[in-house]
């Protein structure tokens, strides 16, 4: 593989606060991801960023009630209307030379992105590959489980163009990703899908390996498994940090990483011009009453995106 270092280029940030693919916490309550992007910028995500400000896609309402086991995706048609509009933006960010900062929302949003990336890959005669950091596999799809329901659980499995065709096969794109181009970094050891992805081809190091490697080490093995790729989407889901360091998910899952573990893994992904963008979801501010943990994820972002920031990004004094 010959190192591409990535250029500095101005870091644009969207905001997709969409819960349209996960479940409610509580048959009357409304998972918080939709507020994590309020809640970095209230950090001051972007000053630090020196990025510019691409606005907020607003999702279709969440409104899940009347699904049952065996009816498909939940919201499907949301979350479909809601990626294609999402694909939209990114690749208007991309056009313009920039790199996209997307703000989720749940890990739904991977179709948007996914969709950009095909239709970006295209025109360039390549394929777009997918580094996949994320505490869970979210390769539930029908060749493997009784039923779906929640497309956050099942992203993976949907860009690979496993599931129902309203999600899998946006544009007649079926599949966005190929298995060979994705590579997932980060899941627990005793991942329900780790065999699945394995015998599917997919590449990846769950956290005793990334730990064992190290994250510098890690992020090349995964551009070193791109390297025929025309570019790849970088999705990150903090719930591939220890909950012991960031409890503020819908499912925490012990055995996760550290802050400086995820800032160092992020930093090797985007120092190379093949990285088009990131993408961060799950964050539920909900769990957050004093902003503590959106403070410690912004000086994640910020740390690990100074590669590519232009401006530079800027670092907030201690205390």
Same mark, same amino acid.
């Given at each position: 593989?010959?190192?591409?270092?990535?250029?500095?280029?101005?870091?644009?940030?969207?905001? $997709?606060? *969409?819960?349209?693919?996960?479940?409610?916490?509580?048959?009357?309550?409304?998972?918080?991801?939709?507020?994590?992007?309020?809640?970095?910028?209230?950090?001051?995500?972007? $000053?630090? #960023?020196?990025?510019?400000?691409?606005?907020?896609?607003?999702?279709?309402?969440?409104?899940?009630?009347?699904?049952?086991?065996?009816?498909?995706?939940?919201?499907?048609?949301?979350?479909?209307?809601?990626?294609?509009? #999402?694909?939209?933006?990114?690749?208007?960010?991309?056009?313009?030379?920039?790199?996209?900062?997307?703000?989720?929302?749940?890990? *739904?949003?991977?179709?948007?992105? &996914?969709? $950009?990336?095909?239709?970006?890959?295209?025109?360039?005669?390549?394929?777009?590959?997918?580094?996949?950091?994320?505490?869970?596999?979210?390769?539930?799809?029908?060749?493997?489980?009784?039923?779906?329901?929640?497309?956050?659980?099942?992203?993976? &499995?949907?860009?690979?163009?496993?599931?129902?065709? %309203?999600?899998?096969?946006?544009?007649?794109?079926?599949?966005?990703?190929?298995?060979?181009?994705?590579?997932?970094?980060?899941?627990?050891?005793?991942?329900?899908?780790?065999?699945?992805?394995?015998?599917?081809?997919?590449?990846?190091?769950?956290?005793? %390996?990334?730990?064992?490697?190290?994250? $510098?080490?890690?992020?090349?093995?995964?551009?070193?498994?791109?390297?025929?790729?025309?570019?790849?989407?970088?999705?990150?889901?903090?719930?591939?940090?220890?909950? &012991?360091?960031?409890? &503020?998910?819908?499912?925490?899952?012990?055995?996760?990483?550290?802050?400086?573990?995820?800032?160092?893994?992020?930093?090797?992904?985007?120092?190379?011009?093949?990285?088009?963008?990131?993408?961060?979801?799950?964050?539920?501010?909900?769990?957050?009453?004093?902003?503590?943990?959106?403070? %410690?994820?912004?000086?994640t972002l910020v740390t690990g995106l100074a590669p590519v920031a232009y401006p530079p990004a800027v670092a907030e004094p201690a205390g």
């Open positions: 593989m010959t190192r591409r270092i990535a250029a500095a280029r101005q870091i644009a940030v969207l905001d $997709a606060p *969409s819960n349209l693919g996960l479940r409610p916490p509580s048959p009357t309550t409304v998972p918080g991801c939709a507020k994590a992007p309020g809640a970095l910028r209230d950090h001051r995500l972007l $000053a630090r #960023l020196g990025a510019r400000d691409a606005g907020c896609l607003t999702p279709p309402r969440y409104d899940p009630g009347g699904w049952r086991p065996g009816d498909g995706v939940c919201q499907a048609s949301q979350v479909a209307g809601y990626a294609i509009r #999402l694909a939209d933006r990114i690749g208007a960010i991309l056009d313009e030379g920039e790199f996209p900062l997307v703000l989720g929302g749940d890990c *739904s949003i991977l179709l948007g992105a &996914a969709v $950009a990336a095909s239709r970006w890959a295209g025109p360039v005669g390549g394929r777009p590959g997918l580094v996949f950091v994320d505490g869970h596999s979210d390769f539930r799809h029908p060749g493997n489980a009784p039923y779906v329901g929640a497309a956050a659980g099942e992203d993976l &499995a949907l860009v690979t163009g496993r599931g129902q065709v %309203e999600l899998a096969g946006i544009e007649n794109r079926r599949p966005y990703l190929r298995d060979g181009d994705v590579v997932v970094l980060g899941i627990r050891g005793h991942d329900e899908y780790r065999m699945d992805l394995q015998a599917a081809g997919i590449a990846v190091r769950p956290v005793p %390996e990334l730990r064992a490697e190290g994250p $510098a080490r890690s992020a090349q093995w995964a551009q070193e498994r791109l390297a025929d790729c025309a570019g790849y989407w970088l999705h990150v889901d903090v719930d591939v940090l220890d909950p &012991a360091v960031m409890p &503020a998910v819908d499912a925490p899952d012990d055995g996760g990483i550290a802050h400086r573990e995820l800032e160092q893994l992020i930093a090797g992904l985007v120092d190379d011009d093949a990285c088009l963008g990131l993408e961060l979801t799950v964050f539920d501010p909900d769990q957050d009453p004093d902003g503590g943990y959106a403070a %410690e994820i912004v000086d």
